[in-house]
């Protein structure tokens, strides 16, 4: 149940950035057209991350978590370009616009998965 949760969460965090990027950051170049559309980017995008972070695991070992964080919000960007190629509907310009979305993407859905699955306090 909560991956289906996780998955929902992420299409709606996705919906948002589109939102912003349209009507408060007043920039073109990251556009979902629908929730059905965010549905099918976020399966994608969560199945690219799942395929790509274990791999990244075994090399971060020396790494600081600092450093990886910054190279999966650059590995996310990517994955967006990369989607916005394949996906109707959804759709990236270059990298500045895929970056930005890629880091209110992971702030919108950070800041939904903390507030909708908190564990209640016992």
Do not use: C, E
């Amino acid at each position: 149940m909560r991956l289906i949760m996780v998955w929902i969460i992420n299409a709606a965090a996705l919906m948002a950035v589109s939102y912003l990027f349209a009507n408060v950051i007043k920039m073109t170049g990251f556009q979902v057209n629908d929730y059905l559309v965010a549905l099918i980017v976020a399966l994608i995008l969560g199945l690219l991350n799942a395929l790509v972070r274990p791999a990244l695991a075994l090399l971060k070992l020396p790494v600081t978590p600092l450093v990886m964080g910054i190279v999966m919000l650059v590995l996310n960007a990517l994955f967006f370009m990369l989607i916005g190629k394949h996906i109707k509907g959804f759709q990236v310009g270059d990298f500045k616009p895929a970056l930005i979305g890629a880091v209110v993407f992971t702030v919108i859905s950070w800041l939904l998965s903390t507030l909708l699955l908190a564990k209640p306090s016992r």
